[in-house]
């Protein structure tokens, strides 16, 4: 487990190397998947993400789909399970999470994953599902520009399903993605967790490729590991 300040929103952080694993364990699949020191929640499969693999519907059975900082790849590859024929991006500013990620997808073999930096994504690709457990903690003008980036690269019928703490703001986020034109609610609620259902924005599909770049693109902060 990292300490409260580690280097896992670092593109290339400086901690050493400590590699582990973390089982995953869900009502219809068991990954063992390889962690290491200076990642998101290397020792446990954090409760957020738990939350959002137990709650959200199956995700689309084709198209591609989108993993937003993907750590080691608990959430794309639950993606990839359940849905083998779709394209999975797994992506994170994180280098080392993405290598564990695209190693954690070949032990797995789950082919379709691509896993790469989030600057990297072809500006063209639309996505018809996004998953994520966003870094509220980068504060909101940074998380705001953030997914206005990849929410309006969902498809006219994409939805994005978010994870968010309450005490970190769900309920003014979720006021917030309204007001900004993408309907959106709430869809579970457990253990402080609040998942949102975010609907495509008429018109974010056909918007800039890139949308608003951060310094952060995928979200990552100096957070507590367990608290996004």
């Known amino acids: 487990m990292t300490s409260k300040g580690a280097h896992y929103f670092e593109e290339r952080p400086g901690a050493a190397a400590r590699p582990g694993t973390v089982d995953v364990v869900l009502p219809d699949l068991h990954l063992r998947l390889a962690t290491d020191s200076g990642v998101f929640s290397p020792g446990r499969l954090d409760p957020g993400t738990r939350v959002l693999l137990e709650t959200v519907p199956p995700p689309p059975q084709e198209g591609d789909l989108l993993d937003l900082g993907c750590g080691y790849g608990p959430i794309a590859l639950t993606m990839a399970s359940r849905a083998p024929e779709a394209t999975v991006w797994a992506v994170d500013v994180n280098r080392r999470s993405v290598e564990l990620c695209e190693r954690n997808a070949r032990t797995a073999g789950l082919y379709k994953v691509r896993s790469m930096h989030v600057d990297d994504v072809p500006a063209d690709v639309r996505f018809s599902a996004i998953w994520s457990n966003p870094a509220i903690r980068i504060g909101k003008p940074a998380l705001h520009a953030m997914l206005t980036r990849w929410l309006d690269r969902l498809t006219p019928d994409g939805t994005a399903y978010l994870v968010v703490q309450k005490h970190l703001g769900s309920d003014s986020l979720q006021r917030w993605l309204g007001e900004q034109g993408w309907e959106t609610g709430r ?38 590991d367990e608290e996004r």
């Open 187 to 224: 869809v579970a609620s457990r253990s402080a967790y609040r998942v949102l259902r975010v609907a495509a924005r008429p018109g974010g599909a056909a918007g800039s490729p890139g949308g608003t770049t951060t310094n952060d693109p995928a979200g990552r902060t100096a957070a507590d």
